[in-house]
């Protein structure tokens, strides 16, 4: 099993830009999630997902867009990049809220510069 | 909704030494907190969890207490190694919430063992 993959691994955008990033899960899990992580400030959700076809938002979702059009996948859009939108994205997924199986598995990140 | 915050921001201790990073968190209906840890380059991997129905958790060197009633959950390490040398990040989440298994982070220790 690969996991949880993210692609790309670096981006470097200019202001205005607009850009995809992949998530991509084999486990079968339902729930899949994006974060940023920003020196000092931990990891902020940024939406999430609790099965194909839903979304919802997270802590901090101005900016961004996402689609959960197949389970195992799950894709965050950047349609006007800003520079305060410079930051480590990190994808993770779990199985469903049950009382025994929480664990949220992470993908390798992608490093995003918006100039 | 849930604040969770983590101290010190930064730990360095000497190979052999004991490591401890404490939380705090806000809201008495969180009741899963899980320990992760981000080696450099790498999306966070879960080390250790506990469930508000236990107060202490074991394995190997590393361990977790759980106080509720004063809200605070403590992450400890003996008998450090350099390869203990990583970021460290508490969480906290209501797994039988509405939505999801939404974790929230604390802002994460830096952890440095000398050789």
């Known amino acids: 099993n690969a996991g949880v993959t993210q692609t790309p691994k670096f981006r470097v955008l200019k202001t205005g830009q607009s850009m995809t990033l992949l998530c991509a899960q084999d486990m079968n899990h339902e729930y899949m999630y994006w974060y940023r992580q920003d020196p000092g400030m931990g990891l902020r959700l940024i939406h999430y997902?609790?099965?194909?076809?839903?979304?919802a938002k997270g802590e901090v979702p101005d900016g961004y867009n996402v689609s959960r059009l197949k389970k195992q996948n799950f894709l965050l859009g950047l349609e006007s990049a800003a520079p305060s939108q410079t930051s480590v994205y990190f994808c993770?997924?779990?199985?469903?809220?049950?009382?025994?199986?929480?664990?949220?598995?992470f993908g390798p990140g992608t490093r995003l510069t918006v100039l | 909704g849930e604040n969770v915050e983590q101290h010190p921001s930064t730990l360095s201790v000497q190979e052999g030494d004991s490591a401890v990073i404490k939380c705090t968190y806000s809201d008495s209906a969180s009741n899963y907190f899980p320990w992760y840890k981000q080696e450099l380059g790498k999306g966070p991997q879960l080390i250790i969890d506990?469930?508000?129905?236990?107060g202490e958790k074991k394995d190997q060197r590393i361990a977790v207490t759980l106080n509720k009633t004063a809200k605070h959950f403590s992450l400890h390490i003996t008998e450090t190694q350099p390869e203990d040398s990583a970021v460290y990040f508490c969480a906290a989440s209501n797994p039988r919430g509405e939505y999801g298994n939404k974790l929230v982070f604390g802002a994460g220790t830096i952890l440095r063992v000398k050789s």
């Open positions: 993770a997924s779990s199985p469903p809220g049950h009382w025994n199986n929480n664990e949220q598995f």
């Open positions: 506990i469930r508000s129905n236990v």
């Open positions: 997902s609790v099965g194909e076809g839903t979304t």
